[in-house]
């Protein structure tokens, strides 16, 4: 029995290719953009990172993803209401297949709209409980705090560049708190820069690149392999920057 709460997201084939002049407008100057949109994207039981240079993509292909499910492009779920500017990319003809009877419910967190989000919050709070007042925590507190709160068991969790919030210890409690949800039935989506939420054990990885996006291996990183020569020796990167 498949018991994904999303099966794939698919070009909507009822829309028209795309022209010339729209393949060379962005957001389809972006390679991985421009895949997802011509192929699809299966997802993985479980959790799936991406991950690459700034400016491969990754933050928008997960806008991508969250405006297709319909959550808010600027973190939330489909009943949050807060907005700064529309910089999205809209739908761009993609759509979702689920398991029939699997939760719908799904969460959106990105970390450049994060002060947003809790102002919303603040705001409008939760009626299950009483909410922190989010901006006197640190911004990795605040973050784990909304996380835990909202994420909660099966359902969908799409979670943009975390790592920007956290420390390493940080890190190592959102690996956790993801493992949670996994063993509870949840899919999670994350982009990151980070070498510690990359390695989420049991996770499907993506690298981000000019290739579009392609499956890989933690070890085979250019992550991986950058972060631990700089470890190793980083005196041989920063006599370079001067």
Same mark, same amino acid.
């Given at each position: 029995m498949d018991d994904r709460p999303i099966r794939r997201f698919r070009p909507d084939p009822g829309m028209a290719a795309p022209t010339d002049e729209q393949r060379a407008r962005w957001p389809l100057t972006v390679p991985a953009v421009a895949q997802l949109l011509a192929e699809g994207l299966e997802m993985p039981s479980g959790a799936l990172v991406l991950v690459g240079e700034n400016g491969s993509g990754k933050s928008t292909v997960m806008e991508l993803l969250a405006v297709t499910l319909g959550l808010n492009p600027e973190g939330g779920s489909v009943n949050t209401r807060h907005r700064t500017r529309a910089s999205e990319p809209g739908s761009m003809g993609l759509v979702v297949e689920r398991s029939p009877g699997a939760s719908r419910w799904g969460y959106f967190l990105r970390d450049e709209t994060l002060h947003g989000l809790y102002s919303y919050l603040e705001a409008n709070p939760s009626s299950?409980?009483?909410?922190?007042?989010?901006?006197? !925590?640190?911004?990795?507190? #605040?973050? $784990?705090?909304?996380? =835990?709160?909202? /994420?909660?068991? @099966?359902?969908?969790?799409? !979670?943009?560049?975390?790592? #920007?919030? $956290?420390?390493?210890? =940080?890190?190592? /409690?959102?690996? @956790?708190?993801?493992?949670? !949800?996994?063993?509870?039935? #949840?899919?999670?989506?994350?982009?990151?820069?980070?070498?510690?939420? @990359?390695?989420?054990?049991?996770a499907q990885l993506l690298e981000v690149g000019s290739w579009g996006m392609r499956p890989a291996r933690w070890e085979e990183l250019e992550l991986t392999r950058s972060w631990r020569q700089f470890l190793a020796a980083p005196a041989s990167y920063l006599r370079h920057l001067s």
């Open positions: 299950r409980s009483s909410e922190p007042r989010f901006h006197e !925590l640190s911004h990795g507190e #605040a973050f $784990l705090q909304v996380l =835990g709160d909202r /994420a909660r068991g @099966a359902g969908t969790y799409l !979670l943009d560049e975390p790592d #920007a919030a $956290l420390s390493f210890g =940080g890190s190592l /409690a959102l690996v @956790a708190a993801l493992l949670d !949800l996994v063993a509870a039935g #949840a899919q999670v989506v994350v982009a990151s820069h980070s070498p510690v939420i @990359a390695a989420l054990p049991g």
